[in-house]
T-cell receptor
Framework: GQQLNQSPQSMFIQEGEDVSMNCTSSSIFNTWLWYKQDPGEGPVLLIALYKAGELTSNGRLTAQFGITRKDSFLNISASIPSDVGIYFCAGRLYMEYGNKLVFGAGTILRVKS | DTEVTQTPKHLVMGMTNKKSLKCEQH?????MYWYKQKAKKPPELMFV???????INESVPSRFSPECPNSSLLNLHLHALQPEDSALYLC????????????FGQGTRLTVV
């Protein structure tokens, strides 16, 4: 079942506003990733986080790996129309038989121009 | 080259048909993945290949049959599918199975009629 809780489920904001979304889990993750997916396309990797407390930026995007390793947030500053899409957080979960990416349910972002 | 290429982009097939989805990457990645994604849902892991060997099968029905002929190619053979199997099928790759950053292809939009 789903092990990452992503919120909000959807957002409708004005162009130019800042956006914040986050993921939490009861499990500890060693890596957090943030992806964006446009309709009909595959997810595109935005930011990868590897250390607890790490804060990483990619242009207008900033993401942080929570100190407890159980959460992460993504901020988008000064949103523009092309920011529209679904944003997924993902964490790498290590298990007995290997490891896999676990995805959050996604945040749908809609921007009013 | 940071691309994962999937063909075809769209596929419509009958429940008695046999078809194959193809995925190719030339990044030297040794881990390749198949995911299934329903509309507005996160990707769900189906199979993981590591060094051309099947590493993880997430209890996927046998009507889906993966194949990794070499380190650059990954196929998904489809036979006797059901309408509920209609979805976006995504291929992804990463340097190794333990590497966090996975890069996705554009996906194949499959419709089973």
């Amino acid at each position: 079942g789903q092990q990452l809780n992503q919120s909000p489920q959807s957002m409708f904001i004005q162009e130019g506003e800042d956006v914040s979304m986050n993921c939490t889990s009861s499990s500890i993750f060693n890596t957090w990733l943030w992806y964006k997916q446009d309709p009909g396309e595959g997810p595109v990797l935005l930011i990868a986080l590897y250390k607890a407390g790490e804060l990483t930026s990619n242009g207008r995007l900033t993401a942080q790996f929570g100190i407890t390793r159980k959460d992460s947030f993504l901020n988008i500053s000064a949103s523009i129309p092309s920011d529209v899409g679904i944003y997924f957080c993902a964490g790498r979960l290590y298990m007995e038989y290997g490891n896999k990416l676990v995805f959050g349910a996604g945040t749908i972002l809609r921007v009013k121009s | 080259d940071t691309e994962v290429t999937q063909t075809p982009k769209h596929l419509v097939m009958g429940m008695t048909n046999k078809k194959s989805l193809k995925c190719e990457q030339h990044m030297g990645h040794r881990a390749m993945y198949w995911y299934k994604q329903k509309a507005k849902k996160p990707p769900e892991l189906m199979f993981v290949y590591s060094y051309e060997k099947l590493s993880i099968n997430e209890s996927v029905p046998s009507r889906f049959s993966p194949e990794c002929p070499n380190s650059s190619l990954l196929n998904l053979h489809l036979h006797a599918l059901q309408p509920e199997d209609s979805a976006l099928y995504l291929c992804a790759s990463s340097y190794y199975i333990g590497t966090s950053e996975a890069f996705f292809g554009q996906g194949t939009r499959l419709t089973v009629v």
